[in-house]
């Protein structure tokens, strides 16, 4: 696949997943190409031909090493018990000079315990633990947190929030700002360094208790930032 600002390819590994197929689908739906990533082609085939159908989009399902190797800028949105095993399944494929956006939080149900807590990680937090394991030149950035998957999946519902965006590389950051602001309601805010990951995957929490105790899908809201450009 080739990409262009009109219609760029992006790859959602994890994306048969409930946070990767409803940012699938937004994508889809505002004419990005997509493709799905899976430990399983099949499924991920199986993934992309529904949301194609739900959506009218261009979307692909590939194993996730394939997916991996379809754009520059490639999206991670599996639980965090995965991340380890999955970027270590990923060193053969990504290569120097892409950037992977981590979307792990480390939630205490990650080791069968409550959605509202969170577990220490070593590195600080995932996004580190993240650009830990990936192969040299390959840069993270950390993104969609605080993001409801079932209000992205649900495409009548309406978005109006802000996407904290953490990274050590303004360039980077504002490249992946790009792709998320492509999704009609999202604003994605510059929170600044990678290590800034460890306060945003903590708010994901208690986003979810919040949402929990008001049965919504509520989002994240900066006030008073400046109009327009926040890159």
Same mark, same amino acid.
């Given at each position: 696949?080739?990409?262009?600002?009109?219609?760029?390819?992006?790859?959602?590994?994890?994306?048969?997943?409930?946070?990767?197929?409803?940012?699938?689908?937004?994508?889809?739906?505002?004419?990005?190409?997509?493709?799905?990533? *899976?430990?399983?082609?099949?499924?991920?085939?199986?993934?992309?031909?529904?949301?194609?159908?739900?959506?009218?989009?261009?979307?692909? @399902?590939?194993?996730?090493?394939?997916?991996?190797?379809?754009?520059?800028?490639?999206?991670?949105?599996?639980?965090?018990?995965?991340?380890? !095993?999955?970027?270590?399944?990923? $060193?053969?494929?990504?290569? !120097? @000079?892409?950037?992977?956006?981590?979307?792990?939080?480390?939630?205490?149900?990650?080791?069968?315990? $409550?959605?509202?807590?969170?577990? @220490?990680?070593?590195?600080?937090?995932?996004?580190?633990?993240?650009? !830990?394991?990936?192969?040299?030149?390959?840069?993270?950035?950390?993104?969609?947190?605080?993001? *409801?998957?079932?209000?992205?999946?649900?495409?009548?519902?309406?978005?109006?929030?802000?996407?904290?965006?953490?990274?050590?590389?303004?360039?980077?950051?504002?490249?992946?700002?790009?792709?998320?602001?492509?999704?009609?309601?999202?604003?994605?805010?510059?929170?600044?360094?990678?290590?800034? *990951?460890?306060?945003?995957?903590?708010?994901?929490?208690?986003?979810? *208790?919040?949402?929990?105790?008001?049965?919504?899908?509520?989002?994240?809201?900066?006030?008073?930032?400046?109009?327009? !450009?926040?890159?």
């Amino acid at each position: 696949m080739s990409e262009n600002s009109e219609s760029p390819v992006i790859p959602v590994i994890g994306g048969t997943g409930a946070l990767g197929s409803g940012l699938a689908k937004r994508w889809a739906a505002g004419g990005a190409r997509v493709v799905i990533g *899976s430990r399983d082609a099949g499924r991920a085939a199986e993934a992309a031909a529904k949301i194609a159908e739900e959506t009218g989009g261009t979307v692909e @399902g590939m194993s996730n090493e394939d997916a991996a190797k379809a754009a520059d800028i490639v999206f991670l949105t599996i639980p965090f018990r995965n991340q380890s !095993e999955y970027l270590t399944n990923l $060193k053969g494929s990504l290569t !120097e @000079g892409q950037i992977l956006v981590d979307c792990s939080v480390p939630l205490a149900a990650a080791i069968s315990g $409550k959605a509202t807590r969170t577990i @220490g990680v070593w590195q600080g937090s995932a996004a580190e633990q993240a650009q !830990e394991m990936v192969p040299d030149g390959v840069t993270v950035v950390s993104a969609l947190h605080t993001v *409801s998957a079932p209000g992205l999946a649900d495409l009548s519902h309406d978005l109006d929030e802000d996407v904290p965006v953490c990274g050590d590389r303004k360039a980077d950051k504002a490249r992946v700002a790009e792709l998320i602001s492509r999704i009609e309601g999202l604003r994605p805010v510059n929170a600044g360094a990678l290590e800034i *990951s460890r306060i945003v995957e903590q708010i994901t929490a208690l986003m979810i *208790s919040v949402n929990i105790r008001y049965k919504t899908h509520a989002g994240l809201k900066f006030t008073n930032l400046p109009e327009g !450009e926040t890159f």
